[in-house]
């Protein structure tokens, strides 16, 4: 799991198959790009140290999993047989998140989730707050932000604000309780890679979602269809008022997503890929390989 765990393994003739969640040096590369100047150069500096690393595993690896297509296209130029790459996306346990039963509430509820120990979601959580939030109590003074994740920094606590509407959890011991109150699921993320499981999760708890462009990357939902989507602050805000306003519409969304879902990223079907690549790799012959 992860390239940063090759380093702790033993010299080996078993197979070794290395599954890369996320590719670390692109997520930090679209970091990078907006961040100030001199910080910049030294970003620069980690991501090249990461790259190389990246691409000497991916070598010595027997098989390579990326968890999409754009994953695959972006790392094949770097490995030295692209033919050991394989995609499998991450899943989600539908009939788990199929047991969320809506509550009714009172005011409108959008949810926030993501862990806050990840860059992309501090970023994503201070840009809902300070510039698309606003927006969206203009319009709709009584709705409400609801934002949950996994170790909050003190910056993250601070947004809370019960005179704005904004209430801040940490982590729940189970997830699907904030979807059982929540309208929709936004999520303004603008950089990092990888599978976006809120998302997944959002999808399979039938929560409509208003996203950006970088948010739902690789999973190939189409805008409209399965999810609104909106790149810039003003362009979230009128999609989530939109979307809140209108039941029918956030219906629709909920039921188009799960049927999407479940045709490419149930439990089931991702545990049927993986089996065959390890069953395939079970098989085959491989020398002693030095991490």
């Keep these: 799991e992860t390239f940063y765990m090759m380093p702790h393994l033993p010299e080996t003739s078993t197979p070794v198959i290395l599954v890369e969640?996320?590719?670390?040096?692109?997520?930090?590369?679209?970091?990078?790009?907006?961040?100030?100047?001199?910080?910049?150069k030294i970003l620069d500096i980690d991501i090249q140290k990461i790259r190389f690393w990246e691409q000497h595993?991916?070598?010595?690896?027997?098989?390579?999993?990326?968890?999409?297509?754009?994953?695959?296209?972006?790392i094949t130029q770097h490995v030295k047989q692209p033919e050991k790459i394989a995609v499998v996306a991450n899943g989600v346990d539908i009939a788990w998140f199929g047991q969320v039963k809506k509550r009714k509430h009172t005011n409108p509820t959008i949810l926030f989730v993501g862990t806050f120990k990840w860059l992309p979601n501090r970023e994503a959580v201070a840009f809902l707050v300070k510039k698309v939030w606003p927006l969206i109590r203009l319009e709709m003074p009584n709705a409400h932000l609801h934002i949950v994740g996994n170790s909050p920094s003190q910056t993250v606590l601070d947004y809370d604000n019960p005179e704005e509407g904004i209430k801040i959890t940490g982590n729940i011991p189970d997830i699907r309780d904030a979807f059982a109150t929540a309208d929709l699921l936004i999520a303004p993320v603008f950089s990092g890679k990888g599978t976006r499981y809120k998302v997944l999760e959002s999808l399979a708890s039938g929560t409509p979602i208003v996203a950006t462009s970088t948010a739902v990357e690789g999973l190939g939902l189409t805008a409209g269809v399965h999810?609104?989507?909106?790149?810039?602050?003003?362009?979230?805000?009128?999609?989530?008022?939109?979307?809140?306003?209108?039941?029918?519409?956030?219906?629709?969304?909920?039921?188009?997503?799960?049927?999407?879902?479940?045709?490419?990223?149930?439990w089931p079907l991702i545990s049927q890929k993986l089996d065959t690549i390890y069953q395939q790799m079970g098989t085959a012959r491989h020398g002693k390989k030095h991490f």
Excluded at 25 to 30: A, D, I, N, R, T
Excluded at 57 to 74: F, G, P, T
Excluded at 233 to 249: E, G, H, N
């Design 21 to 40: 969640q996320t590719i670390e040096s692109l997520g930090y590369e679209s970091y990078a790009q907006k961040a100030w100047w001199p910080l910049k």
């Design 57 to 74: 595993y991916w070598d010595i690896a027997d098989r390579l999993i990326v968890m999409s297509e754009e994953d695959k296209q972006a």
């Design 227 to 266: 999810v609104e989507l909106g790149d810039s602050a003003v362009t979230l805000a009128a999609k989530t008022i939109a979307l809140l306003k209108d039941a029918d519409r956030r219906e629709s969304l909920a039921k188009n997503g799960l049927a999407f879902l479940t045709k490419r990223y149930d």
